[in-house]
C-alpha cells in the first residue's frame, strides 16, 4: 500500500475536477485508493496559516508523494521538505513560483504540471466574437505571481494581433469593482485572469459589463458559468490526470527531479470553449452560430 498526501489551498469547482483527475491518472497506473494506495486529502479553506500547518503534518506523516494543487499549496509543500516528493499541478508558472528551476529534467525532489492559460487561442476566441477588439482591459491582483505572468504572456500574444492590453490593478477584493469601472469606456472588452482575488467578485464584474454593454470574457471556463460572455481553457480533470500519471511514476521509483515537469495546454490535445447566450444579448454581442456549433457547452 503507497501513501499520498493531497492539499489544495480552496475547493473550488475545477480544483475539485483536478483532485479527481489525479485518482484517476493513479488509477490508470494501478495505484487505486483503498486497494493499492491510502490517500490523506486536506483542504486549508482558503488560510495560509492552516495550509502551512497540512505542510508540516504531511512532511511528519512522511508518505510516498505530496501531491499540491495551486500555487499558494505547492510553495508551502516546498518550503517544508527538500526530500520528500512533491508533484504539483494547477501552479501557472512554476519558474516564477520558484518551485523549478526550468522544465525540463527540474532536479531535486519537486515536478509538476502548470496550468497557464492557451493565451493565444483566447484571443483568437475573443477576436472572433468582437471582431473590432483592439483594446482590452485586465483586471488582476498585482501581488500574484500567477497574474503577473499571465500579463507577460497576454501582451506578448495581443501585440501581433494589434490588441492593446490596458491593465487595472485591484491588489485587494474591495478594489476588484472600482479596478473594473476604471476600464469602462477605455476599453472593447475585459479579461479577467484566473486571479484568486479578482475571480471572487466575477458576478459583480459581469453586472458591469452588461450595464454597460461591455463584454466580459474570463481565462478559465467555470467563469462563463457564473456569467462572462465566453472562454476557451482546460478541462481540469485532464490536466490532473497528467499530475496524476507523475506522481505513479515517483511512485514506481522515479525520482522527481528526472520528470520533465510539463505545461498542460502544450500536452492536452483539445480546449473547451464555453459561451454564455444569455450574458453575449445582455453585453450587446452577437456570437457567430458557427462558433455556437462548435463549443463544447452552451449556457441558454
Keep these: 500500500m503507497k501513501r499520498v498526501a493531497i492539499s489544495m489551498i480552496v475547493e473550488v469547482p475545477q480544483l475539485l475536477e483536478t483532485k479527481q483527475g489525479i485518482l484517476d491518472g493513479l488509477a490508470e497506473q494501478g495505484f487505486v485508493e483503498g486497494k493499492t494506495l491510502s490517500v490523506d486529502y486536506q483542504t486549508a479553506n482558503g488560510n495560509l496559516p492552516t495550509q502551512q500547518q497540512i505542510a508540516r503534518k504531511f512532511v511528519a506523516d512522511r508518505p510516498d508523494v505530496i501531491i499540491s494543487i495551486t500555487t499558494a499549496t505547492s510553495q508551502a509543500m516546498a518550503a517544508a521538505t527538500k526530500d520528500i516528493p512533491l508533484v504539483f499541478v494547477t501552479v501557472i508558472d512554476p519558474v516564477r513560483a520558484k518551485l523549478i528551476a526550468h522544465y525540463a529534467r527540474p532536479g531535486g525532489n519537486v515536478t509538476g504540471v502548470s ?41 506578448e500574444q495581443a501585440a501581433p494581433l494589434d490588441i492593446e492590453i490596458e491593465e487595472s490593478a485591484a491588489p485587494t477584493p474591495n478594489e476588484v469593482v472600482p479596478a473594473t469601472r476604471k476600464l469602462v469606456g477605455k476599453v472593447d472588452a475585459i479579461y479577467i485572469p484566473n486571479d484568486t482575488t479578482v475571480v471572487g467578485s466575477l458576478e459583480s464584474i459581469v453586472k458591469i459589463g452588461q450595464e454597460t454593454s461591455t463584454p466580459i470574457f474570463t481565462g478559465e471556463t467555470r467563469g462563463v458559468e457564473r456569467g462572462a460572455l465566453a472562454s476557451i481553457g482546460l478541462n481540469y480533470t485532464q490536466v490532473g490526470r497528467l499530475g496524476g500519471h507523475m506522481a505513479a511514476a515517483v511512485l514506481a521509483g522515479t525520482r522527481p527531479g528526472d520528470i520533465d515537469s510539463v505545461i498542460a495546454a502544450e500536452k492536452l490535445p483539445n480546449f473547451d470553449v464555453f459561451l454564455n447566450k444569455q450574458s453575449a444579448a445582455a453585453m450587446g454581442v452577437a456570437l457567430p452560430e458557427e462558433l455556437v456549433k462548435r463549443a463544447t457547452k452552451v449556457i441558454e
Excluded: C, M
Excluded at 117 to 131: H, M, S, V
Design 115 to 155: 496550468d497557464a492559460p492557451p493565451i493565444a487561442q483566447q484571443l483568437k476566441l475573443f477576436r472572433e466574437i468582437t471582431p473590432k477588439l483592439h483594446r482590452l482591459g485586465f483586471v488582476y491582483n498585482p501581488g500574484l505571481d500567477s497574474s503577473i505572468a499571465t500579463l507577460g504572456w497576454i501582451k
